[in-house]
């Protein structure tokens, strides 16, 4: 199990109602991951067992598709849950979306074909092993850098 010092926090990518995302670097291998971390002490019972749940979750599905959990463990001092994850380095089809707008560009239809099939194929997935996907939206698709 990690722990907070073996990772050097980058940049925050993001905010949710009760966690915040990072990109770090873990330290003994240089390698980039993402870091959600969940402020435990302001959720709900029922929350926190969500939260547990999702960690269970990403840690049983393994899909090209979908980001993978790689690590988590509880921080003491600043009292969060930090979920170690796949680092998506061309960041999320909303701010991708944004980019191309403010660019006056289009997506190409081969380009467009492909991020639907990758994700009715992470859905389908999903769905599989009975899993809802409760937050569907172009901020929660991630796009690897080699896209």
Same mark, same amino acid.
Not at 41 to 68: D, F, G
Not at 76 to 95: H, K, P, Q, W
């Given at each position: 199990?990690?722990? $907070?010092?073996? /990772?050097?926090?980058?940049?925050?990518? +993001? =905010?949710?109602? @009760?966690?915040?995302?990072?990109?770090?670097?873990?330290?003994?291998? +240089?390698? /980039?991951? &993402?870091?959600?971390?969940? =402020?435990?002490? %302001? !959720?709900?019972?029922?929350?926190? %067992? #969500?939260?547990? #749940?999702?960690?269970?979750? !990403? &840690?049983?599905?393994?899909?090209?598709?979908?980001?993978? @959990? %790689?690590? &988590?463990?509880?921080?003491? #001092?600043?009292?969060?849950?930090? $979920?170690?994850?796949?680092?998506?380095?061309?960041?999320?089809? !909303?701010?991708?979306?944004?980019?191309?707008?403010?660019?006056?560009? @289009?997506?190409?239809?081969?380009?467009?074909?492909?991020?639907?099939?990758?994700?009715?194929? &992470?859905? %389908?997935?999903?769905?599989?092993? =009975? $899993?809802?996907?409760?937050?569907?939206?172009?901020?929660?698709?991630? $796009?690897?850098?080699?896209?």
């Amino acid at each position: 199990m990690s722990s $907070i010092k073996e /990772f050097e926090i980058l940049k925050h990518l +993001g =905010k949710g109602s @009760y966690s915040n995302v990072y990109k770090v670097k873990r330290k003994t291998d +240089g390698k /980039f991951y &993402a870091m959600k971390k969940v =402020k435990l002490p %302001k !959720l709900s019972q029922k929350e926190r %067992k #969500n939260s547990l #749940n999702e960690v269970r979750i !990403l &840690a049983s599905i393994q899909h090209p598709y979908i980001i993978s @959990y %790689k690590d &988590a463990f509880y921080d003491n #001092n600043s009292r969060t849950l930090c $979920i170690v994850m796949e680092f998506a380095g061309s960041g999320d089809l !909303l701010n991708k979306i944004k980019s191309m707008k403010s660019r006056r560009k @289009y997506f190409s239809e081969d380009k467009i074909w492909m991020y639907l099939i990758q994700m009715i194929k &992470a859905i %389908k997935t999903l769905h599989e092993m =009975k $899993i809802l996907h409760r937050d569907l939206k172009s901020a929660n698709v991630f $796009i690897s850098e080699d896209e």
